[in-house]
């Protein structure tokens, strides 16, 4: 199964043998995905700028309109964020040197294990070294509908965008498409059926994605029930991985079933943001999904609680949901009825409508506090 954590490889190598070679080594392993082989340097910047890979393997020896360390140079220049492993042979020796690209060298003869060990290391080098300010995904969930989850969602990914972070909102709800009745989107507007099976590249997303008045991307469901199916947990995994690298926040409206697909979603977020109301039923809901967490193995700083419509408490106090939960919850929205129903019948975001309201100015703090928490790793389920 392909995962979200895989590294993905963009080789640059012009000798037949040394590619199959190293294509053979990685065939027999699933944490590095070689996404392609690229003969010609003068395409490699085009090519990562598509594929976004998390590591790319250049030989030092490449020849073509583009030598291989030439090549190195332009990846450095152009910016691309990506750590660089150059491939040599004793004979032309090359030091590592990250000021002009070079993040490590890898000489020939190697072992799969020499190759992997290699790329493992850099990326992860790579990674400590630009943790701050990463792409953030964060699951809206709720075990039981009618809390307002798809609202607030939908609100939540706009007050991200207006805080200046690159957003995209992720229609989950892939049976139903929640999202598509909610805006009102045409029957016939682009789906994540659209994105192609075997490899994803960023112009594909630019076809796919519908582009919302209030400034942020949305990826739709499916238009049709039946078509849910036709998603995998493979094709979630592609399409998380590449909106990673191109969005800052990733916002997820997931429907309430713990299943594959939805557990794919889960796995890959870094908080999951679960709404919870003062309704009893809602509240028992809410606790068998805490157990089924725990037995997932998610710590508990990964689960973020919303009481939604905070002031209609119900009959049930604060201190008794908190009990109940294990723990006060981190968010709270107050009930707007008349502001929440008429922005939603007109499909545009409250907080747009009416940024000074209550309701709004919750979601707008939640938003800021989400993008600022710490971060908590991926699920350990996988």
Known sequence: MASSDQIRL????????????VRSLLNSQSHIKLLDVLTDGAKAISSAQQLRPDVML????????????????????????VPVVVLTVPQNPVEPSPERGIDAVL??????????????????????????????????FAP???????????????????????????????????MRALLKVPVDAPSILDLPTDRIQE???????????????????????????????RDVDKVLSLLRR???????????????INLAFLDASDTILEIVTYDSTTIHNTIAVADAFRSIGYPAAKVRYLINRADSPGGISPDDLARALGRVPEHRVVSDGMLVVQS????????????????????ARMATELMAVARVPAGARR
């Open 10 to 21: 963009l080789l640059v190598e012009d000798v037949p043998q040394v590619a199959q070679y």
């Open 144 to 178: 039981k509908g009618g809390v307002g989850k798809t609202t607030i969602a939908f609100n939540l990914a706009v007050a991200i965008g207006q805080r200046g972070s690159k957003t995209v909102l992720i229609d989950a709800s892939l049976q139903f498409g929640d």
């Open 246 to 260: 191109v969005y800052e926040a990733i916002v997820l409206d997931l429907p309430a079933p713990l299943n594959d």
């Open 344 to 363: 939603n019948n007109e499909g545009i975001p409250f907080v747009l409508a009416n940024p000074d309201a209550a309701v709004s100015q919750d979601v």
């Open 58 to 81: 250049v030989d030092a020896l490449l020849q073509g309109r583009v030598k291989g360390l030439a090549l190195v140079e332009q990846i450095q220049s152009q910016r691309l964020g």
């Open 203 to 233: 112009s594909d997303l630019q076809d796919v994605l519908w582009r919302d008045p209030s400034g942020i991307d949305i990826l739709l469901a499916p238009p049709r029930v039946e078509m849910a199916e036709m998603v995998t947990v």
């Open 107 to 140: 000489s020939m003869p190697f072992s799969g294990y020499d190759l992997m060990n290699k790329i493992t290391s850099v990326h992860q080098n790579y990674q400590s070294a630009n943790s701050v300010g990463g792409s953030r995904q964060i699951a809206v």
